[in-house]
Each structure stands twice: as structure tokens, then as C-alpha cells.
């Protein structure tokens, strides 16, 4: 079975601090797709980034990045110098061989001015 | 392009109605999805259609019919609404190379509220 955690229900950071929110993922096979949405309080669900799960290498992009260890099976998502508009629910998510996304519960996040 | 649209956006249904949720999409897309949102549950996977004419159910299919006439379209039906069933409702579609490597589009959502 394939599950999505993410322990963090509510983060609060202020403006300019950096921010990291975890996901921890289970599941039994060996090729995997990861992901990251953001869902802004517009609604809207927005992608980010996709993984797979060959290749460990951290991305960067501007202020965002991402750690991917397979040893902990996590793939955390940190946000540096933070602002107001990164304020969304965020969600991870994981996909397996086939056509089923598996969403973790995600995690709101506030950034206060 | 439009991307994914669904309508209605707002709708409020007494226990016991039915209604029909409409997505469409405009990328040209073989894999359509519903899922429904809940505070604190993430979005859980009702029905999935891998392209015209199939469909398959997801985590949380009862209570649920769907169909996929066309390629384009993905309709969600609710026989007899339950209060259990308010929910937000989001429709996303893939380009579906069955490696699960594909991001999904969402739709706007549709917010249902049952009495």
C-alpha cells in the first residue's frame, strides 16, 4: 500500500524566515514518482516539482528546493526567505507505475508579514 | 486554452437529490481524475478514467457513477446526495504515459454543500 505524511498541519513562520515542510512517503515499489502542489487560498492547485525515484539529486528553483532521500524516504520542501504570497496549503504527493496519485493530508502554511 | 474547467462552481443539493458534476479539458489528455477534499484529508481519489469509454474507481468510490463518453469529458454523478458527500470537488487530467511521471491539471473545484 502506498501512504503520503505529512506530520506538519500548520506551520507559522514570519516574513524572510526559511521554512521546511516534510513528507515522508511508504510504499513497495522500486520506480516512483513524487510530487509537489501548492494550493494557494485562491483554490486553485498549483504543480511545482516532480521526482522520480532514480534520481536523488536536490533541486533549486529561486527560492524554493527540494531534498530527496530514499534512505529516510522523504522528500521535503524548503522554502528560504519566505514571503506573504508563499502563504498555501501545500501538498505532497506520490505516484507509483501507473495512474494512481496518492496526496498526503498536506500542510498549511502562514507567512506573516 | 482553457485547460481544465468544471461546472458548476457553488452548488447546494438537499439529501436525497442528485446532480451531475461536468470537467472538461482541452489539452487533448487520455487520463481524467475526481477527487474530493476534506479538511485535513488531502484530496482522496474517486474515480479515474484512463481514456474514452473506461473508467475505474479510486479510494472512495460509493456513492459516486461516472462516465467518459468523450475524450474531453468527464462527468460525476451523485444519485442520491448525502451530507457526508459536502465536499470540495477537483477534477485534474494527465497525458497518461502509464509511468506515472505525469503531472495532473486540476480544475478550479467545485464547492458542494448537502442539507
Known amino acids: 500500500a502506498q501512504k503520503v505524511t505529512q506530520a506538519q498541519t500548520e506551520i507559522s513562520v514570519v516574513e524572510k524566515e526559511d521554512v521546511t515542510l516534510d513528507c515522508v512517503y511508504e510504499t513497495r515499489d522500486t520506480t516512483y514518482y513524487l510530487f509537489w502542489y501548492k494550493q494557494p487560498p485562491s483554490g486553485e492547485l498549483v504543480f511545482l516539482i516532480r521526482r522520480n525515484s532514480f534520481d536523488e539529486q536536490n533541486e533549486i528553483s529561486g527560492r524554493y528546493s527540494w531534498n530527496f532521500q530514499k534512505s529516510t524516504s522523504s522528500f521535503n520542501f524548503t522554502i528560504t526567505a519566505s514571503q506573504v504570497v508563499d502563504s498555501a496549503v501545500y501538498f505532497c504527493?506520490?505516484?507509483?507505475?501507473?495512474?494512481?496519485?496518492?496526496f498526503g493530508p498536506g500542510t498549511r502554511l502562514s507567512v506573516l508579514p | 486554452n482553457a485547460g481544465v474547467t468544471q461546472t458548476p462552481k457553488f452548488r447546494v443539493l438537499k439529501t436525497g437529490q442528485s446532480m451531475t458534476l461536468l470537467c472538461a479539458q482541452d489539452m487533448n489528455h487520455e487520463y481524467m481524475y475526481w477527487y474530493r477534499q476534506d479538511p485535513g484529508m488531502g484530496l482522496r481519489l474517486i474515480h479515474y478514467?484512463?481514456?474514452?469509454?473506461?473508467?475505474a474507481k479510486g479510494e472512495v468510490p460509493d456513492g459516486y457513477n461516472v462516465s467518459r463518453l468523450k475524450k474531453q469529458n468527464f462527468l460525476l454523478g451523485l444519485e442520491s446526495a448525502a451530507p457526508s458527500q459536502t465536499s470540495v470537488y477537483f477534477c485534474?487530467?494527465?497525458?497518461?504515459?502509464?509511468?506515472?511521471?505525469?503531472?495532473?491539471?486540476f480544475g478550479p473545484g467545485t464547492r458542494l454543500t448537502v442539507l
Open positions: 485534474a487530467s494527465s497525458p497518461g504515459s502509464g509511468r506515472g511521471d505525469n503531472e495532473q491539471f
Open positions: 478514467s484512463v481514456g474514452e469509454g473506461t473508467t
Open positions: 504527493a506520490l505516484n507509483n507505475y501507473g495512474q494512481n496519485f496518492v
